[in-house]
């Protein structure tokens, strides 16, 4: 037997001892026995049905049973100056506190759906939910989230659900190998988190068995708990803001905080690969943004100083070009038409 069944029949014996000691009415023993068990089991039926109500439901259950109670005491107010004879106030009193109870308590339940949690904590002043950030899987295996929470720029408490876990210990357990080695590499990340002191990094049991997608787990989580979603993964990071859920994507992070880079400046980049035009040499920055040199496709494996011509945005970062620093032949003109030709494609 669980220890919640032993307490429910704990509660109904003690409403059972009660009845047969105080004796509210003139029943008997038997019938104050039956009288102390059926309260008792009133009771477990009323608690185990709260169990399966939803949060808002229960605000707007107690919300509209005060109501209620409150609209009762005023017209029992009302009808002691109305000089009723007081066996029959007394009984309007006790109808009208039953029934306004009632009656705020089930209006209060069935509207209690049309509550906004989250404007609760706001008016309630907590405010520390917000600094609650719940991690899921591509932004663990990621790994670039340990980087800025041992920096402090990004304040926790962190929340990995265990249905992250489960799916990140597919990915670990995966018979393609680069799959595994990314799973297993989040598990790392994982762990060294765990180690460091100062990193609030907590793995709850919260699960929404109803919801079969992870995403949508982790969204319906965080409008629950009224918290930010840490991700680097596009879909996910659109599909929470179309439900008014805030993100902090990773891969936007990175892009703010890119050293800015105007045309005329000088850089020093190593040559990995050839452009797509014939004349093109590639190389990157150690933030990873991607210089394409004019005239450099001659110089592969190879350090050359560039100055930069042009900066292209793109919605996968930034894009430089430039061309060799002791080469004037090609101009400012080429480098931008170069960039609308990468941009186009």
């Known amino acids: 037997m669980s220890e ?13 001892s009660g009845a047969l000691l105080i004796e509210p009415l003139a029943l008997g023993r038997w019938g104050l026995l039956a009288l102390g068990a059926a309260v008792g089991a009133l009771i477990v039926l009323v608690e185990y049905r709260l169990r399966h109500a939803s949060l808002k439901r229960l605000i707007g259950a107690a919300a509209g049973s005060l109501a209620g109670l409150l609209g009762a005491f005023l017209i029992t107010l009302l009808l002691g100056h109305i000089g009723l004879p007081a066996r029959l106030t007394a009984f309007l009193s006790f109808s009208a506190m039953l029934v306004m109870t009632y009656i705020g308590l089930v209006l209060g339940a069935e509207k209690g759906d ?24 591509s932004v663990i295996i990621d790994g670039r989230v ?21 799916e990140l210990q597919a990915v670990a357990d995966s018979s393609d190998g680069t799959k595994r080695a990314r799973g297993r590499r989040g598990l790392d990340v994982l762990h060294q988190l765990q180690k460091l002191p100062g990193i609030d990094l907590q793995v709850i049991n919260d699960d929404l068995p109803q919801i079969p997608q992870v995403d949508h787990k982790l969204i319906a989580l965080a409008r629950q708990f009224g ?20 993100v902090l994507n990773i891969n936007e992070v990175a892009n703010a905080v890119k050293p800015a880079v105007l045309p005329g400046e000088s850089l020093r980049v190593y040559i990995v690969k050839e452009g797509k035009e014939a004349h093109q040499g590639i190389g990157y920055l150690d933030d990873g943004t991607m210089v394409v040199v004019d005239h450099a496709r001659r110089l592969l494996s190879r350090n050359v100083d560039v100055v930069v011509t042009s900066v292209l945005q793109t919605t996968a970062g930034k894009m430089i070009f430039g061309r060799l620093a002791d080469d004037r032949s090609a101009g400012r003109g080429v480098a931008l038409s170069e960039a609308q030709t990468w941009s186009g494609q």
């Open 227 to 246: 918290c930010k979603i840490v991700t680097n993964d596009f879909n996910l990071n659109k599909l929470a803001k179309l439900q008014q859920v805030e």
């Open 4 to 16: 919640l069944s032993l307490l429910r029949v704990l509660l109904i014996a003690i409403a059972v």
């Open 146 to 166: 340990a980087n800025l929470m041992e920096t402090g720029f990004v304040e926790g408490p962190f929340l990995v659900p265990q249905f992250v876990l489960h």
């Open 114 to 137: 049309l509550l906004d949690l989250s404007a609760i904590r706001a008016l309630s002043g907590s405010e520390s939910r917000r600094r609650v950030k719940l991690l899921d899987t």
